[in-house]
């Protein structure tokens, strides 16, 4: 009897330990996908302006890095002829419309779409940094400091990131007391 309790133990034991990871996946909610449109744009604020290349913040076609005066807003996605709009994502989809007051550059974007805005499952904010970014850091995020770029493991629903507090050094800048957030919505 006593040799059947202990081998029972064990096999519970093992059972609990397989069961762990999935216990944690499990309270992750997958991560919801916008490829974004903006036609849906709410426009706060109609402006002239014009754009000099493509974006820095998203590998897409028809994202542009643009000037309102003296002001740069990027990502800027092409609505319609003659105008493109510059959303304030993950905050809320609304923000300024440019009239061009010359022709979009060539955009030579190639590859696969990136990400340029997320919301952490921790509540976070993020938005792809363009200017002076940590190399492998390239998001701004509220509460959390700088992010990764998220990534999907395979055969997750949910996408991860590793964020965690810019630290200037001798050496260049880097990130110190990193943590892994799950992501609930990405735009791309």
């Not at 807003?73 to 905050?91: E, L, M, N, Q, W």
């Not at 779409?113 to 509220?142: D, E, K, N």
């Not at 055969?155 to 990130?175: H, I, L, M, N, R």
Request: net charge positive; with cysteine.
């Amino acid at each position: 009897m006593h040799r059947w309790a202990h081998a029972l133990a064990l096999v519970l034991a093992s059972m609990l330990a397989c069961a762990a990871p999935l216990a944690s996946r499990a309270d992750s909610t997958a991560t919801k996908v916008v490829n974004y449109t903006p036609a849906r744009m709410n426009v706060v604020a109609t402006a002239r302006g014009s754009c000099w290349e493509g974006s820095i913040a998203v590998n897409r076609a028809d994202a542009y890095r643009c000037f309102i005066g003296n002001e740069i807003h990027d990502p800027c996605f092409t609505r319609g002829s003659g105008s493109v709009a510059c959303p304030d994502i993950p905050d809320n989809d609304r923000g300024p419309l440019i009239l061009l007051t010359k022709p979009l550059p060539q955009n030579t974007t190639t590859g696969a779409t990136t990400a340029w805005a997320m919301r952490l499952q921790s509540g976070a904010r993020c938005r792809a940094g363009t200017g002076t970014v940590i190399p492998g850091y390239p998001f701004y995020c509220s509460s959390v400091g700088v992010c990764a770029s998220p990534l999907r493991p395979a055969g997750s629903a949910v996408y991860y990131t590793e964020c965690g507090a810019p630290q200037s050094t001798s050496s260049g800048p880097k990130v110190v007391s990193s943590k892994r957030y799950a992501v609930s919505i990405l735009w791309r």
